[in-house]
C-alpha cells in the first residue's frame, strides 16, 4: 500500500491527520471479482494487521512512512471456508477481524451442514509464523439457502462483528439470513447482539431485533454500546443499549422499522 493523499479532519474541534493509502493490486479483486476486495483491519502492538474476504492474514510494522508493507502469516482458515464455499455464492467470506490479549479472532460465513449457515468464531493465539484456528463458537441452527420459512436467503445479512467487552468476554453480532423472524426469537441467536464467554463459549444476549449490525462500539467507561444495522430499504438504524438497564433491548426487526423490504 502506497501513501496517496493527506488531510487534516476536524471532528469536535479536535484536528486529525488522515493518511489515505492506495493497494498496489493485490486485493484489488476479491470474491465478488469486479469490485474492490472486503478487508478488515486491526492494530495490536504497534502493528496493523489485515485479514481478506478469503482469509488471507498479514501484519505491518511501520505505520508511520509513505508505504505500508505487510507479511502474510500462514493460517488454517481453509479448513473452516475455502473454494468450496466461495464458489458457492460470493456473499459467504471472513466477516471480521479482533486481536487482544495476545489473541486473534475471525467470524466467518459457516456451512453447519450442507447449504445450512451462521456465522461462526474462530480464534487462535497469535503467532507471526502461523496461525492455528479453532471454533470457539458456532450457533446450535443453521439457516438453509433454499429451505427456509420466509422462501428467501441473503447471506450479507449475516452480522459477523466483534469487540472486546472485557478480558473474558466479547460481544458479537449475528444477522437474520433473511429468515426475519429469528431475529424476535429469544431461543435463537440470530439476528442478536451477543456476549460471548471465552472460557466457556456460553453467551448471553444483549439485544435482539437487528436485522445485519456490523457496526459496533462498546464505550466502558459509561457501559453503552452503539450498534448500526443495515436495515431495508430506507431503514438502516444507530441503535444505543444502555447496559446499566438490565431490561433486555429490542430493537423492533421485523416488526417495527422505518424501512420498506427491498422490492416492496
Known amino acids: ?3 496517496n493523499s493527506e488531510k487534516r479532519l476536524k471532528i469536535f474541534n479536535k484536528l486529525y491527520d488522515l493518511k489515505v493509502f492506495q493497494n498496489t493490486g493485490q486485493l484489488v479483486f476479491g470474491i465478488n471479482s469486479i469490485f474492490p476486495g472486503s478487508a478488515y483491519l486491526d492494530f495490536y ?3 496493523l494487521f489485515i485479514s481478506s474476504a478469503t482469509g488471507i492474514i498479514g501484519y505491518s510494522n511501520d505505520i508511520s512512512g509513505d508505504a505500508l508493507t505487510f507479511k502474510q502469516i500462514k493460517n488454517n482458515i481453509s479448513e473452516f471456508i475455502n473454494t468450496k464455499q466461495f464458489e458457492k455464492d460470493n456473499s459467504f467470506s471472513v466477516k471480521d477481524l479482533l486481536i487482544f490479549d495476545n489473541k ?7 456451512e453447519i451442514t450442507n447449504d445450512c449457515w451462521a456465522t461462526s468464531l474462530l480464534f487462535a493465539d497469535l503467532n507471526y509464523q502461523e496461525l492455528k484456528f479453532k471454533k470457539i463458537f458456532q450457533s446450535s441452527e443453521c439457516k438453509h439457502s433454499t429451505n427456509n420459512i420466509d422462501n428467501e436467503f441473503n447471506a450479507h445479512q449475516s ?3 466483534i469487540v472486546k467487552f ?5 460481544l458479537f453480532t449475528t444477522g437474520d439470513y433473511r429468515e426475519r423472524s429469528s431475529a424476535q426469537n429469544k431461543n435463537s441467536t440470530f439476528g442478536k447482539v451477543l456476549k460471548i464467554n471465552l472460557i466457556s463459549s456460553d ?8 436485522r445485519n ?4 462500539y462498546f ?3 459509561n457501559n453503552y454500546i452503539i450498534s448500526t444495522d443495515h436495515g431495508p430499504e430506507g431503514g438502516d438504524e444507530i441503535n444505543l443499549t444502555d447496559l446499566n438497564n438490565k431490561k433486555l433491548k429490542n430493537f423492533g426487526w421485523p416488526i417495527s422499522s422505518y424501512g420498506e423490504h427491498y422490492g416492496g
Open 159 to 161: 452480522g459477523g462483528r
Open 219 to 221: 464505550n466502558k467507561e
Open 104 to 110: 486473534i479472532f475471525i467470524s466467518f460465513s459457516d
Open 45 to 47: 502492538n504497534k502493528k
Open 166 to 170: 472485557d478480558n473474558d468476554n466479547i
Open 1 to 3: 500500500f502506497f501513501l
Open 213 to 216: 449490525s456490523q457496526g459496533l
Open 203 to 210: 453467551y448471553e444476549i444483549i439485544s435482539l431485533g437487528h
